[in-house]
Nanobody
Framework: QVQLVESGGGSVQSGGSLRLSCAAS????????MGWYRQAPGKQRELVAR???????NYADSVKGRFTISRDSAKNTVYLQMNSLKPEDTAVYYC???????????????WGQGTQVTVSS
């Protein structure tokens, strides 16, 4: 089994910053990719940012230039530095990881429990 534990959410005023962390633990052979999704009330869950084993990254257009995703492979941890936050960034942020538990097993997708980010104007 694999667990994803998130931390770092909270409330901040517009223009402020927050840093989210997500640590993967359990039966891990290799973490193929890790990322962050978010879901605002009444909206579908959307990709915010993702980083692969090769450190390739991709971002939602709405966060480019403001958010930075990074990864500590030794700790199986991913970070999301969020700067210049806007009220429209308010959502529950979910950590997501694509993980192989063993060399001959296919990768599986895992989700964290979610952490609330609230940005007030």
């Amino acid at each position: 089994q694999v667990q994803l534990v998130e931390s770092g959410g909270g409330s901040v005023q517009s223009g402020g910053s927050l840093r989210l962390s997500c640590a993967a633990s359990g039966s891990i052979f290799i973490v193929v990719s890790m990322g962050w999704y978010r879901q605002a009330p009444g909206k579908q869950r959307e990709l915010v940012a993702r980083v692969t084993t090769g450190s390739n990254t991709n971002y939602a257009d709405s966060v480019k230039g403001r958010f930075t995703i990074s990864r500590d492979s030794a700790k199986n941890t991913v970070y999301l530095q969020m700067n210049s936050l806007k009220p429209e960034d308010t959502a529950v942020y979910y950590c997501n990881a694509d993980i192989k538990a063993a060399i001959l097993r296919p990768s599986a997708e895992y989700w964290g429990q979610g952490t609330q980010v609230t940005v007030s104007s």
